[in-house]
């Protein structure tokens, strides 16, 4: 696994030995916001615009993210019925036989999480993911929350 890129304040104290030439540079989206796809409903389509918002407001989406983003969308909404699932029928359900085995469920919401996890550290969707594309600094927490409560 990569190591996590070092934050550009901690750069700015040891000094910049690779001449990075990203150092203290801030990008902004240049084509904007790609359309979700029309077939997108419930739980994905919500998760869509409410990702979407926070990447614009970011400055961090271009277009071309359409395809990664349909991907975390998708799997966003499988997680939620998977979850919703589980909430009613519980870890154990019935098979076949008559004896009790784990829901389905349960390894639906494993792969969609995992699928999450991974689109996700692209968009910046975890505080380390952030700082390591520069999207905020190690003491912006509370803009992004305060952005994502208005949400």
Request: glycine residues 10%; hydrophobic residues 40%.
């Amino acid at each position: 696994m990569p190591r996590d890129r070092k934050p550009v304040e901690l750069k700015l104290i040891q000094g910049n030995p690779s001449k990075d030439s990203s150092l203290g540079e801030t990008r902004k989206s240049a084509t904007g916001v790609p359309a979700p796809p029309a077939d997108l409903r419930g739980e994905a389509y919500a998760e869509w615009c409410r990702i979407t918002a926070f990447l614009a407001s970011a400055g961090h989406v271009e277009k071309v993210d359409h395809a990664a983003l349909v991907v975390y969308c998708s799997a966003w909404g499988m997680f939620d019925q998977a979850r919703r699932a589980m909430d009613e029928h519980g870890p154990l359900v019935l098979g076949r036989d008559g004896g009790y085995v784990r829901n389905p469920a349960a390894q639906v919401m494993n792969d969609a999480s995992k699928i999450m996890m991974t689109y996700g550290s692209k968009f910046g969707f975890t505080p380390r993911d952030r700082i390591n594309l520069g999207m905020t600094k190690a003491d912006d927490g509370d803009d992004i929350e305060r952005h994502l409560a208005a949400l």
